[in-house]
């Protein structure tokens, strides 16, 4: 005979326990690991794999990501990939479907979900920048066709699970992408942190150990290198992301196609040559950040010199600490209230005037598009000769590693 209440009494303990019956902290640990997964398959799937074709993923994990996905996003493959690459295409301009430059940071944080569905509504969007991204069977008839129908699967689970705690969970994992991926790094990745790279855009990395977010917090460096499958590049640097992606690479399920370029020193060369600006503007932006370095140690070095003469204090003292901060920039990117400063450190002190300008001619060794090779190699000879013969120490020291470059 059925006893009922034993019936009802475990009716009663699976809405709360869920078949699992799990502690508190056992649903915790889980979650975590489950938000995890996830922001690894954005960033190893969507985002290196298709968005940038950075890595080649054999069908088992390249179809696992895209299950998982499902159940915990509900984002279209296509959408992503056609949104984020307009988003580098535009990237800080009106038409940027998410930049805080354009948009404002609030808007980002607020309303950075709804900003990217409404561009991946556009179909223009989805045409010109959605192009070669899964198109079978179960992408046109389950993923794209019932997309809101895995993340209500995903609830189902959890409460089956872990009961009336797994509501909890699940509001997790819907917010977990949102709050992680849209508002802080497509928003404060372009607002705050630091900056290896002068990318052409306002991306910053937001921290310098990639884990939380599965390596996306190094926002400047993938903004230089877009291509690449690793994203960290110093090395007190960590990507998770391409930790998992090595790791496949070694049992044969990724293939990295390419990695941060890196500027190699050989021997010391009379003069530079065609091969040597071949490997200057291959490698720009490793070129400029070292540059930066020597500017900044020539501002700590005035810093140091008005200190031994016993000043640490007063208007030269802190045009130069600004100067510190500052000098190394792209002149478009210094902010219109610290240019004063800039320009009163460096009429304390000419060299630092001499590295600026010598600074911004050597970058227009790539940006300058209507020279000849030719003339462009005349140019850097010109330019490391009056850098050796400028008696500033850091500019000879430079020079001299630049003849030293080869592609």
């Given at each position: 005979?059925?006893?009922?209440?034993?019936?009802?009494?475990?009716?009663?303990?699976?809405?709360?326990?869920?078949?699992?019956?799990?502690?508190?902290?056992?649903?915790?640990?889980?979650?975590?690991?489950?938000?995890?997964?996830?922001?690894?398959?954005?960033?190893?799937?969507?985002?290196?794999?298709?968005?940038?074709?950075?890595?080649?993923?054999?069908?088992?994990?390249?179809?696992?990501?895209?299950?998982?996905?499902?159940?915990?996003?509900?984002?279209?493959?296509?959408?992503?990939?056609?949104?984020?690459?307009?988003?580098?295409?535009?990237?800080?301009?009106?038409?940027?479907?998410?930049?805080?430059?354009?948009?404002?940071?609030?808007?980002?944080?607020?309303?950075?979900?709804?900003?990217?569905?409404?561009?991946?509504?556009?179909?223009?969007?989805?045409?010109?920048?959605?192009?070669?991204?899964?198109?079978?069977?179960?992408?046109?008839?389950?993923?794209?066709?019932?997309?809101?129908?895995?993340?209500?699967?995903?609830?189902?689970?959890?409460?089956?699970?872990?009961?009336?705690?797994?509501?909890?969970?699940?509001?997790?994992?819907?917010?977990?992408?949102?709050?992680?991926?849209?508002?802080?790094?497509?928003?404060?990745?372009?607002?705050?942190?630091?900056?290896?790279?002068?990318?052409?855009?306002?991306?910053?990395?937001?921290s310098p150990w990639g884990?939380?977010?599965?390596?996306?917090?190094?926002?400047?460096?993938?903004?230089?290198?877009?291509?690449?499958?690793?994203?960290?590049?110093?090395?007190?640097?960590?990507?998770?992301?391409?930790?998992?992606?090595?790791?496949?690479?070694?049992?044969?399920?990724?293939?990295?196609?390419?990695?941060?370029?890196?500027?190699?020193?050989?021997?010391?060369?009379?003069?530079?040559?065609?091969?040597?600006?071949?490997?200057?503007i291959a490698n720009r932006?490793?070129?400029?950040?070292?540059?930066?370095?020597?500017?900044?140690?020539?501002?700590?070095?005035?810093?140091?010199?008005?200190?031994?003469?016993?000043?640490?204090?007063?208007?030269?003292?802190?045009?130069?600490?600004?100067?510190?901060?500052?000098?190394?920039?792209?002149?478009?990117?210094?902010?219109?209230?610290?240019?004063?400063?800039?320009?009163?450190?460096?009429?304390?002190?000419?060299?630092?005037?001499?590295?600026?300008?010598?600074?911004?001619?050597?970058?227009?060794?790539?940006?300058?598009?209507?020279?000849?090779?030719?003339?462009?190699?005349?140019?850097?000879?010109?330019?490391?000769?009056?850098?050796?013969?400028?008696?500033?120490?850091?500019?000879?020291?430079?020079?001299?590693?630049?003849?030293?470059?080869?592609?």
């Amino acid at each position: 005979m059925i006893d009922f209440q034993t019936v009802i009494d475990a009716l009663v303990h699976w809405g709360a326990h869920g078949v699992l019956s799990a502690s508190g902290w056992t649903v915790l640990a889980v979650t975590l690991v489950m938000t995890h997964l996830t922001i690894c398959s954005v960033t190893i799937f969507l985002h290196r794999a298709q968005a940038h074709r950075a890595v080649d993923l054999h069908a088992i994990p390249s179809h696992f990501f895209r299950f998982w996905l499902w159940l915990t996003t509900g984002m279209v493959t296509k959408e992503f990939v056609a949104v984020h690459r307009k988003h580098h295409a535009k990237c800080e301009t009106p038409e940027d479907p998410h930049s805080p430059q354009t948009r404002g940071l609030k808007a980002l944080l607020l309303t950075g979900v709804e900003l990217y569905r409404a561009e991946a509504k556009i179909p223009e969007t989805l045409a010109k920048y959605g192009h070669n991204t899964p198109n079978d069977w179960i992408e046109r008839n389950l993923y794209t066709r019932f997309s809101w129908q895995g993340v209500a699967l995903m609830m189902i689970i959890n409460l089956t699970l872990f009961g009336a705690i797994g509501l909890t969970v699940w509001a997790v994992q819907m917010a977990w992408i949102p709050v992680m991926a849209t508002g802080i790094i497509n928003g404060i990745g372009h607002y705050y942190g630091y900056r290896n790279f002068e990318a052409p855009d306002a991306s910053t990395n937001v921290s310098p150990w990639g884990i939380l977010i599965g390596g996306e917090e190094l926002h400047n460096n993938h903004h230089t290198y877009p291509t690449s499958a690793k994203f960290s590049v110093k090395p007190f640097e960590f990507d998770i992301g391409w930790m998992y992606i090595r790791g496949m690479e070694m049992v044969g399920l990724a293939k990295a196609r390419k990695t941060p370029p890196q500027l190699i020193l050989g021997e010391l060369k009379a003069v530079a040559d065609a091969r040597t600006l071949e490997a200057i503007i291959a490698n720009r932006y490793e070129v400029m950040a070292n540059y930066a370095k020597e500017l900044r140690r020539a501002c700590a070095g005035e810093v140091a010199r008005l200190k031994a003469q016993g000043s640490t204090a007063g208007k030269a003292w802190s045009d130069l600490r600004v100067a510190e901060r500052w000098l190394h920039r792209d002149a478009e990117k210094i902010p219109a209230n610290v240019r004063a400063a800039l320009e009163s450190a460096m009429a304390h002190a000419p060299s630092l005037q001499k590295l600026v300008a010598m600074r911004e001619e050597l970058r227009q060794l790539w940006t300058r598009t209507n020279v000849s090779a030719e003339q462009l190699v005349a140019d850097l000879q010109d330019w490391c000769k009056r850098a050796e013969d400028s008696g500033i120490a850091a500019l000879r020291e430079f020079s001299l590693q630049l003849r030293a470059a080869r592609a």
